[in-house]
């Protein structure tokens, strides 16, 4: 397996498990940038951390931005949810945003085997609306930046 | 404070982002509410009734996941 295969597996079983996580049944984009993050010793992880965006941070700033939506429209997140129960064998789907970040991904490469890790972030980053790029907001991080920085390391 | 006194978001993404953050704490608070019901003996035509869907929406949504989680369900309402 070509290093950037390896790595988008690692990128798909970890967002799915994100998923998961989260009680979503699809794979949507802030599952992708989660699992980057988590993905230590890697340049987009190290991206990512030098924004201040280690994997608890993106964390924080998506529930960060759940709650921040919830709010605009007098709805608090704050009660006690009581946790449900998780069908252990079910595997969420690709959802439309996590499809979206990779086809992004996959176009922001001249051919397919230029593809390497820092193109699964371009394609998250290029989102310009949506919960990664609000979340983003919220923690104060300049996506645009973030952005310029991973297509940095895809022409180093 | 009353609904009625929240003024709309005036951004539409807010206002868009609002909705999607509904619908997951509305997906997340219908798992866990069927999950409390079905564990304090409702049956399955009470939940659906309840929420107003059909029987047969709420079963294929929740069966296979509260049997596997082990919650004792019935078969018929009282």
């Known amino acids: 397996m070509r290093p950037f295969d390896a790595y988008l597996h690692a990128i798909l079983t970890e967002g799915e498990a994100e998923a998961r996580r989260d009680r979503s049944a699809t794979i949507e984009a802030q599952h992708l940038l989660l699992a980057v993050a988590a993905q230590e010793d890697t340049a987009p992880q190290r991206v990512l951390a030098e924004a201040g965006l280690r994997h608890q941070a993106v964390r924080v700033a998506l529930d960060r931005e759940f709650e921040h939506s919830l709010s605009a429209v007098g709805v608090s997140a704050a009660f006690g949810l009581p946790r449900s129960s998780v069908l252990p064998g079910r595997r969420p789907a690709m959802g439309a945003t996590g499809r979206l970040a990779l086809e992004r991904s996959f176009a922001s490469a001249a051919r397919k085997k230029d593809l390497r890790p820092a193109h699964v972030l371009v394609g998250i980053l290029h989102a310009e609306v949506g919960t990664v790029p609000r979340a983003l907001a919220l923690a104060g991080v300049d996506r645009a930046a973030l952005l310029a920085r991973a297509l940095e390391l895809i022409s180093e | ?78």
């Not at chain 2, 019901?37 to 309840?50: C, F, H, L, Y």
Request: aromatic content about 2%; overall charge positive.
């Open chain 2, 1 to 78: 404070m009353p609904v009625s006194e929240i003024p709309p978001p005036q951004e539409p993404g807010d206002a868009l982002a609002a909705v999607v953050a509904l619908r997951r704490l509305a997906d997340q608070l219908e798992d866990a509410a069927v999950e409390e019901a079905m564990r304090a003996g409702w049956s399955w035509p009470q939940v659906a009734e309840a929420l107003g869907v059909t029987r047969q929406a709420v079963h294929r949504k929740h069966a296979k996941r509260l049997i596997a989680a082990g919650v004792k369900l019935r078969r018929r309402s009282p």
